[in-house]
């Protein structure tokens, strides 16, 4: 499994205010990174890419998968997830999860999974309490091995990745899982390397 962090988007300029922004799209120089993954990690029909369910994840998932045969989902397990975590219970409007009717007039070719609470789709995980998001984050990373590919790749965004890595070296030390996690910074992108 491969987290790669999203592109440059509009919200990450102009902060802090920036990020009472809904929706925020990649910027010129987001678009351009997405489009360079596809020299620096090119894609096959060995591979999967599932994409976070906001549209700056979506936009460089969709850019660098265009014209291959990989497999492409939408899942909001991959979705902003706050690290550390704080218990305020807040989302900002620039990281609310696109619901499933946007997400499948505006991106037809990406797969949702089948049979997901709604409040995923609508709250996303960016608040959910540890022990809830523990539980979720098994059922997400089995449903990514039972899809049977040699590479997934995760775009989502850097507090989302920290989180799967805590929750699996939190896996590991109870015996459960061997991790191999390493940070690599390849043509301006930040990934994630987690197997185990």
């Known amino acids: 499994m491969v987290f790669v962090i999203h592109g440059e988007a509009q919200h ?62 939408v899942h909001p397990l991959a979705g902003p997830r706050q690290y550390p975590f704080r218990y305020d219970f807040h989302t900002m409007p620039c990281d609310m999860p696109l619901e499933p009717g946007r997400l499948a007039g505006r991106f037809p070719k990406w797969q949702l999974p089948a049979d997901l609470p709604e409040y995923l789709w609508l709250q996303g995980i960016h608040t959910l309490p540890g022990l809830l998001f523990a539980q979720q ?50 043509g301006g992108f930040a990934l994630s390397v987690c197997s185990g």
């Not at 010129?28 to 596809?38: F, K, P, S, V, W």
């Not at 990745?161 to 015996?175: D, K, P």
Request: glycine share 8%; aromatic share 6%; net charge positive.
């Open 12 to 73: 990450s300029l102009g902060f802090p205010g920036s990020r009472e922004m809904k929706d925020p799209q990649l910027t010129e120089r987001g678009r351009t990174d997405a489009l360079r993954l596809r020299s620096l990690k090119p894609l096959s029909d060995a591979d999967a890419v599932i994409a976070g369910p906001t549209l700056r994840m979506l936009q460089t998932a969709e850019l660098w998968c265009e014209g291959t045969p990989v497999a492409r989902f």
């Open 137 to 186: 984050a098994d059922r997400f990373l089995a449903w990514c091995r039972n899809l049977g590919k040699e590479r997934v790749y995760i775009v989502t965004e850097a507090g989302t990745s920290r989180a799967y890595q805590a929750h699996l070296a939190e896996a590991r030390c109870g015996g459960a899982r061997r991790l191999v996690t390493t940070m690599e910074e390849d």
